[in-house]
């Protein structure tokens, strides 16, 4: 899952401008020197596997790339896609009265730190007068999957529903992101969000545990969702149609906000609502994020 | 220096297929956790100007890139062109009578090793009995210049000379890389390797302390020159026109094999000829490579 994870985040810097085709990927990997041989030769070709994986189900392969020894484990890499100027969506056309969707829930770095505080009794201690183990597991596993989910479909709803601007959301959060793309508009527009799509249970944990930033919109994520501004009129729409075109709710899309005339910059009302998404429930074998489970499989 | 290493180290890969326009180049970076803010400061800007200042060089610029934090520091990048099929060379096309032609002087690894041995007694106590401290430093300065030095000029010749093949030689030192350009062949061919061109004192700091690899032609090196298959009435006049378009003596190719009939695969002779390459001699203010010097110094 960590190469599957690796390469959607990769894949998503095209996503985001409405290109869905990947001509080519490169794939950087540092093996750590703290890894035993055996972990080595157990570990790191499960993670090329997840991002080989990843990667066909994005209809490109991976055709090259590096790899070194560090200290840390490290995986990523480049996507590369050569089009016309009408093959992709410049992120600068929003417009005021343009409704901002995020297409996928928040909360991804909260709930894998949750997950690791279950093994450390001090954190633990605070965590649990809030959520149970099992609230924090099915947290984990839903953010998991959804980081492994490719924004490959909402990409290619992108030009069908005339999205006037788009960016994915990891490491500056929301908040961070909304403001890097506003900055980048041509008309004066102000992101106000007012509605916060989060991971069961992640809200509580960030309340009791996490400093809260994830209610400010600033937690980082990673290999997080889209996030568009649409005509109006198209956002409720795009929404459905890429409900519809998941599997088991593997895909969703929120209205999350208003571009609002303004300075270019983007900010949260005062208490927005938090959108509980709850988990799709245990994975049976895992399969692909986004894929039928095997027959018989609730 | 050591981003303009990197950034030429990067584009090498395309120079070897006959691609002197790099479209886009990426910067990653990582900057270490163990540096002090200062330290950080100070080091990381000057190591992305040197990649710039070589990506500007290269007639190409830096678009953008990640940059994460890790124990090590770490700079790379990718560089990437669109072209026709007529515009690289697919380098599979040698047969036999090719000569092979080199296009910077071995012993990169060799001379920064020594230089860091100066600093360490215990290896300085034996180095010392074959070489000088001065040859030490002289030795570091031309394989710090060599590396930064751009591929580009040579890799602007291969068609024009007709090449056949090409590669860049790197970490899996002149031998490995003859062997892995020799496997992709379309041709039975043997690569067989007369002459070692090292820079000046390697070789006998390689024999002391080294272990010999640069004389088996199995030492790694960074940011190596091009490995080049030319037809056999080519060779002497492409090493003459590269060295004309170098300045003071910046730009140089070796005739160093050649390419016999037998199976795919690369060897050296039982005694090559040791090439020796002198230093440039002390770079003042060190002009980037290939450049003129300011006016006025030797």
Redesign the interface.
């Known amino acids: 899952m960590m190469g599957r994870i690796a390469c959607a985040n990769v894949l998503s810097d095209l996503y985001a401008m409405g290109v869905t085709e990947c001509d080519n990927m ?1 794939m ?1 990997l ?1 093996v750590s020197t703290k890894m035993t041989e055996e972990e080595r030769d157990k570990v790191m070709p499960l993670i090329v596997k997840g991002f080989k994986d990843a990667a066909e189900d994005g209809g490109t392969s991976v055709t090259g790339g ?1 790899t ?1 020894l ?3 484990i ?1 995986i ?1 890499g ?1 996507a ?1 896609t ?1 089009c016309q100027p009408n093959e992709f969506i410049m992120p600068d056309s929003a417009v005021p009265g343009d409704v901002l969707v995020l297409t996928k829930p928040l909360g991804t770095h909260m709930a894998v730190t949750a997950h690791q505080w279950l093994d450390n009794p001090e954190r633990w201690d605070k965590l649990k007068l809030v959520v149970t183990r099992e609230e924090v597991e099915a947290a984990y596993q839903e953010a998991v999957l959804s980081m492994a989910t490719l924004n490959r479909t909402a990409a290619g709803l992108l030009r069908a529903f005339g999205a006037h601007a788009a960016t994915d959301v990891t490491g500056f959060g929301l908040l961070g992101h909304a403001r890097a793309l506003a900055a980048r508009q041509r008309h004066h527009v102000t992101f106000v969000i007012h509605n916060l799509p989060l991971i069961a249970r992640t809200a509580a944990m960030s309340a009791a545990c996490g400093g809260g930033r994830l209610l400010r919109g600033t937690a980082p994520e990673t290999s997080g969702g889209l996030l568009l501004c649409l005509p109006r009129e198209q956002a409720a729409r795009f929404c459905a149609e890429l409900r519809a075109r998941g599997r088991q709710g593997a895909l969703q899309g929120w209205i999350i906000g208003i571009a609002e005339p303004g300075p270019r910059g983007a900010r949260l009302i005062e208490r927005p609502r938090v959108i509980e998404v709850p988990a799709r429930g245990p994975a049976p074998d895992s399969p692909a994020p986004g894929e039928a489970p095997p027959e018989g499989a609730s």
Chains 1, 2 share one sequence.
């Open positions: 490169l950087l540092s590096h070194v560090n200290p840390w490290i990523g480049v590369t050569v």
